[in-house]
């Protein structure tokens, strides 16, 4: 409902308070004609039906009402009242006139009352829409006079030493402002105004007010520069409590090329000393070298793409490696491979080996057991040999200009060709490629398909006394272990021996020409001698 058109119907006005004049002290004979008023009558019951009742009840009663009445069209809002109870949300009017709003449900204590305004937990000035308290003040700013409280009218000037303004139309338009009252120091030498100023810098160390700036420096006398460029857009933050500084360079190079180097750093204060960090790039997309890229917003690394036989490869991440690959090389293709493949593999090319520390040729690839790392291999181009080391005294070599072994040979040969020394028999008898003129001491002999040595005493030569001088010249030794059957070389006469290769009896033995192919229908180890 609007407030606008409202009148007062009810043009009399409450003039008096009923029993105001009344005496409170009720005689146990009242005098006729006298007015009393009981203060202590209850008028919760009522009047009972059919009963008379006392004039002093009812004058106390009209003067109650008379005497709230009299005060809500004085004041509007009942005064307050320390017998009165309040709740929450009540107001009154407080002794100074203001008007208070009870924050909890309030009892009477007279005793012992909150007066409004001494507690703003139980009385709180209210918030009424409409209205401005007049506890609220206008503060005139930076550049302006005048303010003060909301009892009245407010005028606020400007302060043209602070200011440079211009009134058109009854409007004043800020030009310029004054930082501290200084009017050397103008907002728009500062960038904060307008246009961004041009300055030059000659020590960035030393370039510490706040404000937006178009610099330029020379690269070689200015100090403590940006990494690159001349010039720039500078920004400068400098707190007002404390003595840090915060520097931004855009650097303002050409369109397209450079402008997107971006440099910062900052200070911190030591006992009044300024330290500055090192200048840093802010990166973007820009920036970013090759395999780098933005995608989506995002600065992300994309994988390494390998070549093909007809295109090269991109740079990226490395791909991961399996558990299974743990010991292979990522080659070119974007694969991995065995750095020491089992399963076969081609090396192509020259293998260069790099002379030792201190030598002038050569050098040593060292061969590793995977399972234990015992017993390597290493070829050594120093002295041109192939080492095998079957333990850590006993080493056996190649010599890779003669192709023949150097050291001792331990364990079984499937085929031997030439050996200065090998212990090709048991109890480490040795053979030795040297004709013996005299009577050996023992013979190699088959018995019962086994080898065995013989006592030349016990042997019964047929015609021997009538057979003059034989001589038996020995001049090539060959051995085929576990084969099936075997084919002599070309030429001559050979002596040919055999034992069963799983139990080393049940052998034989013949003479065959070279070329010729034994067949004994059994896996063997065989013994060949050239006797012709």
């Known amino acids: 409902m609007a407030l606008s058109g409202i009148q007062r119907t009810f043009a009399d006005t409450l003039n008096s308070i009923w029993g105001k004049d009344a005496q409170t002290s009720i005689p146990t004979q009242p005098v006729s004609g006298i ?36 005060e809500l069209t004085a004041f509007g809002i009942l005064p307050w009242s320390a017998a009165q109870p309040y709740s929450k949300g009540a107001l009154c009017i407080g002794s100074n006139g203001a008007l208070w709003q009870a ?56 302060l043209t030493d602070k200011v440079t303004a211009a009134v058109e139309k009854g409007a004043i338009t800020v030009k310029d402002v004054a930082i501290g009252g200084a009017a050397s120091d103008l907002a728009s030498k500062r960038g904060q105004i307008g246009n961004v100023p041009p ?54 190079g050409t369109a397209g090329t450079n402008d997107w180097q971006i440099f910062t750093r900052e200070s911190t204060d030591a006992n009044g000393v300024l330290l500055w960090s090192p200048w840093r790039w802010i990166v973007t997309d820009q920036s970013l070298g090759d395999g780098l890229r933005f995608s989506g917003g995002k600065l992300s690394v994309p994988e390494y793409v390998g070549a093909t036989a007809s295109a090269p490869g991109t740079s990226g991440l490395v791909p991961p490696a399996a558990a ?25 090319g020259e293998l260069n080996i790099a002379a030792p520390a201190g030598g002038s040729e050569g050098g040593e690839i060292t061969l590793i057991n995977g399972t234990d790392g015992k017993y390597p291999a290493k070829i050594d181009t120093t002295r041109n040999l192939i080492r095998f080391f079957g333990g850590p005294s006993n080493p056996v070599s190649v ?10 040979l331990t364990g079984k040969a499937d085929t031997a060709g030439i050996a200065d020394s090998a212990l090709a028999f048991a109890n480490g008898r040795r053979w030795v490629e040297v004709i013996y003129e ?19 005493s016990s042997l019964n030569v047929n015609y021997a006394n009538s057979a003059g001088t034989a001589n038996i010249n020995l001049h090539d030794i060959r051995y085929y272990g576990s084969q099936d059957s075997i084919t002599l070389p070309a030429g001559g006469t050979w002596l040919v021996w055999w034992v069963r290769n799983t139990t080393q009896v049940n052998g034989g033995m013949g003479t065959y020409a070279g070329g010729a192919t034994v067949t004994p229908g059994q896996t063997n180890n065989y013994y060949c001698i050239r006797i012709a």
């Not at 004058?59 to 009299?70: E, V």
């Not at 007002?240 to 855009?250: D, H, S, W």
């Open 35 to 70: 007015a009393y008023r009981d203060t202590e009558a209850e008028f919760e019951s009522g009047q009972k039906y059919d009963s008379l009742g006392e004039s002093s009840r009812w004058n106390q009663l009209l003067y109650l009402l008379t005497g709230l009445m009299s």
């Open 103 to 158: 924050q909890i449900d309030i009892v009477p204590n007279p005793a012992n009352p909150v007066v409004p305004g001494t507690d703003v937990s139980v009385w709180a000035s209210p918030e009424i829409p409409g209205t401005v308290r007049e506890s609220r003040r206008v503060i005139a700013g930076s550049g302006l006079t005048g303010g003060g409280t909301l009892s009245e009218d407010i005028t606020l000037a400007v």
């Open 199 to 252: 300055v030059t810098i000659t020590d960035f160390n030393t370039f510490t007010t706040s404000g937006r700036y178009f610099a330029t420096w020379n690269r070689a006398t200015a100090k403590n520069i940006p990494p690159d460029g001349t010039n720039g857009l500078v920004i400068v933050s400098k707190l007002q409590t404390a003595n840090v500084v915060r520097q931004i360079v855009f650097r303002w």
């Open 324 to 348: 299974r690959e743990r010991e292979s090389f990522l080659t070119g293709s974007g694969k991995y491979k065995p750095a020491l493949s089992t399963s076969g593999g081609t090396i192509t």
């Open 399 to 408: 010599d890779l200009e003669t192709g023949r072994f150097v050291g001792n």
């Open 438 to 456: 005299g009577n050996p001491g023992w013979l190699i002999g088959s018995e019962k398909e086994e080898l065995r040595p013989v006592n030349p």
